[in-house]
């Protein structure tokens, strides 16, 4: 069975941080790993996609790093800001009929960034 | 360009009743997938289609839930009957290689 384990559950930190969310999956024979964030009442907002192929992506203050081989990911936010704050959810998916099957979720990391 | 859409936003409805949910997909995505999510949990894969064809509804939780995709547009997910524990948020994504894009949910309420 395919689990993703997401670290810390819960995070606070003052506006300005740098921090690192984590990300684990039992299985590494990934075809993609998908970052996204939730805001109170909303649905999923891609983030970042990061195919198995890949070590890394970046997007303005984010970027997000895999390791397949020891089944982790990383999602690491510069400079953060107020309006960071929402539930970050990692996500995995494996191959399936030459493209990829439905995602894999972790419980996500609830992130409050204080002013 | 539109993304995906989800209809009602809200459901609330009687153990025993049917309930639809209905998927917009984005224009040209063939791939169109059904999520769950229950109280305190996390999100679950319900079905996957390509085009019109199930490619895996391997995480429909029973057959009380019944998934169409017509013509390979949009898409409706009916529950009949519907039980306490089918309460949740119902979330559908699209994709047209890789990165799936979310609507924004249906939360349903069984009472």
């Known amino acids: 069975k395919q689990e993703v384990t997401q670290i810390p559950a819960a995070l606070s930190v003052p506006e300005g941080e740098n921090l690192v969310l984590n990300c684990s999956f039992t299985?590494?024979?990934?075809?993609?790993l998908q970052w996204f964030r939730q805001d109170p009442g909303k649905g999923l907002t891609s983030l970042l996609l990061?195919?198995?192929?890949?070590r890394e992506q970046t997007s303005g203050r984010l970027n997000a790093s895999l390791d397949k081989s020891s089944g982790r990911s990383t999602l690491y936010i510069a400079a953060s800001q107020p309006g960071d704050s929402a539930t970050y959810l990692c996500?995995?998916?494996?191959?399936?009929?030459?493209?990829?099957?439905?995602?894999?979720f972790g419980k996500g990391t609830h992130l409050i960034i204080q002013p | 360009e539109a993304g995906v859409t989800q209809f009602p936003s809200h459901s609330v409805i009687e153990k025993g009743q049917t309930v639809t949910l209905r998927c917009d997909p984005i224009?040209?995505?063939?791939?169109l997938y059904w999520y769950r999510r229950v109280m305190g949990k996390e999100i679950k894969f319900l079905l996957h289609?390509?085009?019109?064809?199930?490619?895996?509804e391997s995480g429909m939780p029973n057959n009380r839930f019944l998934a169409e995709r017509t013509g390979g547009t949009y898409s409706t997910l009916k529950v009949q009957p519907a039980e306490l524990e089918d309460s949740g948020v119902y979330f559908c994504?699209?994709?047209?290689?890789?990165?799936?894009?979310f609507g924004p949910g249906t939360r349903l309420t069984v009472t």
């Open positions: 996500a995995v998916s494996y191959p399936s009929g030459g493209g990829a099957d439905g995602l894999t």
């Open positions: 289609f390509v085009k019109e064809s199930k490619q895996d």
């Open positions: 990061i195919q198995s192929s890949q």
């Open positions: 299985d590494s024979a990934i075809y993609n």
């Open positions: 224009s040209g995505h063939d791939n």
């Open positions: 994504a699209s994709s047209q290689v890789s990165e799936q894009y």
